[in-house]
């Protein structure tokens, strides 16, 4: 029997059997309060990698509702982490990241329900393009329709103030108006972009021991688009494949059980991944415009919910 070897550089313990890794696949995915998804999620992996070999770890971030005894009775090959707090997404899929022993690293939420051979496509994309670090697939809704969110931009102010003062949605022909969610490309076209949604995106082995974890700055919310971002800066390239589909319930997890928290994180992590990447472009008076311009608009957010709510 060959001798196992630790992988190099984040100290994670990954074992190697020679010079691959023991699973082709590692499925990694964060739950908080999502029992009543987490069936139909993790029922559809075997499907959704057809023969390839995988792992599950799944991080429970506190839940509430039972999620941890289900997980025990009903799947007990997974490797259950249970935090004794809410420790933030990005921390939590950090842990799970930390056991992955696969050649792929299949970042997923728990309200998604990946469809036959969606994995196994992605991982094949990956498989037969050497500088595509990263790619994700087409994401819709339960009733089938489009999530825009799942393919991004660059998401510079320009491309944010457009998304959010409606101009993306009345002109999504128009690059001018449509570079936060890249409105103006066809759904069902593979593409290269700046990246994909964390709800499920695979990351190649080789890719993840040269860039590292996720930003733990960022507690929920904008962790994947600077972990794309990271990784083309340091010249890999990152897909959106429609050939592979998954659906995704959204905000049924973590960001549907707290609301308000979610409003606040989504809104401090946009403004960390602006002046993370983006405010040494910008004059100091922009950058202060800029900075008042998302507080305004995270006090007019927490409003409208407690009025609708």
């Known amino acids: 029997m060959r001798q196992f070897g630790w992988f190099g550089g984040l100290g994670s313990g990954r074992y190697l059997v020679g010079s691959k890794p023991l699973m082709r696949a590692s499925i990694c995915i964060v739950t908080l309060n999502a029992k009543r998804h987490l069936q139909a ?5 075997p499907a959704a990698l057809g023969n ?4 599950s770890i799944i991080v429970d971030n506190f839940s509430r509702d039972g999620s941890q005894d289900f997980i025990r009775s009903n799947f007990p090959n997974i490797q259950l982490i249970e935090n004794n707090r809410n420790e933030g997404y990005t921390r939590a899929i950090n842990q799970t990241l930390k056991r992955a022993k696969g050649g792929y690293l299949v970042v997923l939420n728990p309200d998604t329900i990946p469809k036959p051979d969606s994995i196994s496509i992605l991982i094949q994309f990956l498989e037969k393009n050497e500088k595509i670090g990263i790619c994700g697939p087409k994401v819709v809704n339960l009733d089938g329709t489009f999530q825009q969110s799942c393919r991004r931009g660059i998401a510079r102010p320009a491309d944010v103030f457009s998304y959010f003062l409606g101009l993306a949605k009345k002109y999504p022909t128009n690059k001018r108006y449509t570079g936060y969610h890249l409105n103006h490309l066809d759904e069902n ?13 695979v990351v190649k082995r080789k890719t993840f021991e040269e860039i590292g974890f996720f930003d733990e700055q960022f507690f929920a919310y904008q962790e994947d688009s600077d972990y794309c971002l990271r990784a083309k800066k340091m010249g890999w390239d990152v897909y959106y494949n429609p050939d592979s589909i998954v659906t995704h319930i959204g905000g049924a997890g973590g960001s549907g059980s707290i609301p308000m928290r979610s409003i606040f994180e ?17 004059s100091a008076v922009f950058n202060i415009f800029y900075s008042m311009a998302m507080f305004g608009k995270l006090i007019f957010a927490e409003g409208k919910y407690l009025i609708l709510k």
């Open 52 to 55: 390839k070999s995988y792992e």
């Open 41 to 45: 999620c993790i029922s559809a992996l």
């Open 189 to 201: 076209v593979i593409n290269e972009v700046s990246g994909v949604s964390g709800s499920c995106m």
């Open 266 to 282: 989504w809104h401090r992590s946009y403004y960390h991944y602006y002046f993370k990447h983006f405010a040494n472009d910008y």
